[in-house]
């Protein structure tokens, strides 16, 4: 059996469709119909025709489409499928905070459950940002869960970005080193260095650009061979989309195990036997879409 027509087939079949980040596995980028980082696929979320989606992503992801199609089947290929930074802020968290600092907006990443994004006024993802906190009427902002994007989005800012938890962060973006950084300097003379706002400040300091993983794929084109610091599989999504750039992972070990929890057999399996559905509680749904659409405006 060839498994990727085999996904043909029962998308067809199923009047589904594939949305797949830019970290999954090679194999299942191919078969996605959409592609992209967190922004992208909120974006195209929201016009989806299909019946079905199948969400090769971790699972804030997966709820976040749901939370967007809320009349539509949403499923995700594996259960352990998670982001262990999502997991780091909880609800109590945001209620303490709120207390501590009455009146100051709460900004959420979209790498939060949907309970969480139910206590947001607004979420972000690390292409927008800087420019939604830019648009709110506040000088002093709660933000969660990414304590490396808050200090970023602090800089560009100049307003007080108040981190919720503490040490909220990417276990994959916190092993990029200034060593990591020099290394490559001295590995590739000729390439420029593009990081993640989920880095570590000192690494970002660094960098020639600062940008999402939408953001990359934008920026590419402005030179003939970069070093890519984040998740391993984005250089495999540049390299498809521009053949004739050099492209380097900058650690090899920079690798999301939520992201590849899912396997080309996962998707087909789940096109196959519908699993497993993604459902949100109504009444949290409601209010995570508000702080999500608000974003999508914005943006």
Wanted: aromatic fraction near 6%; charge should be negative.
């Amino acid at each position: 059996m060839n498994i990727a027509e085999e996904i043909e087939r029962l998308k067809r079949e199923r009047n589904a469709v594939i949305m797949a980040h830019n970290y999954q596995l090679p194999e299942v980028q191919d078969v996605a119909d959409i592609l992209g980082d967190s922004l992208e696929l909120a974006r195209k979320a929201t016009g989806i025709d299909a019946e079905v989606i199948v969400f090769a992503g971790v699972d804030f992801m997966a709820e976040t489409a749901k939370i967007l199609n809320p009349d539509r089947t949403v499923l995700i290929p594996a259960r352990n499928a998670t982001c262990a930074m999502a997991n780091m802020l909880r609800p109590e968290h945001i209620v303490e905070m709120k207390r501590r600092y009455p009146g100051a907006p709460v900004v959420l990443y979209v790498n939060t459950t949907a309970a969480c994004k139910a206590l947001a006024d607004i979420t972000v993802t690390s292409a927008n940002a800087v420019k939604v906190v830019e648009s709110l009427d506040s000088e002093t902002v709660i933000f969660g869960p990414d304590r490396n994007l808050a200090s970023y989005v602090a800089r560009r800012t100049g307003k007080k970005v108040i981190p919720v938890p503490e040490d909220g962060h990417c276990y994959v973006h916190r092993k990029f080193t200034v060593e990591d950084v020099e290394r490559a300097r001295r590995e590739y003379p000729n390439a420029k260095i593009m990081v993640h706002p989920e880095c570590e400040p000192e690494v970002q300091e660094r960098a020639d650009v600062i940008v999402s993983t939408g953001g990359m794929i934008r920026h590419a084109p402005e030179h003939d061979e970069w070093v890519v610091f984040t998740e391993r599989e984005m250089v495999y999504r540049l390299r498809r989309m521009y053949p004739n750039i050099k492209f380097h992972a900058a650690r090899e070990d920079a690798v999301c195990v939520g992201m590849k929890a899912i396997t080309l057999r996962q998707v087909y399996e789940s096109l196959r036997d519908m699993k497993y559905e993604v459902t949100v509680p109504e009444d949290i749904a409601k209010r995570a879409r508000r702080a999500i659409e608000r974003m999508l405006e914005v943006s």
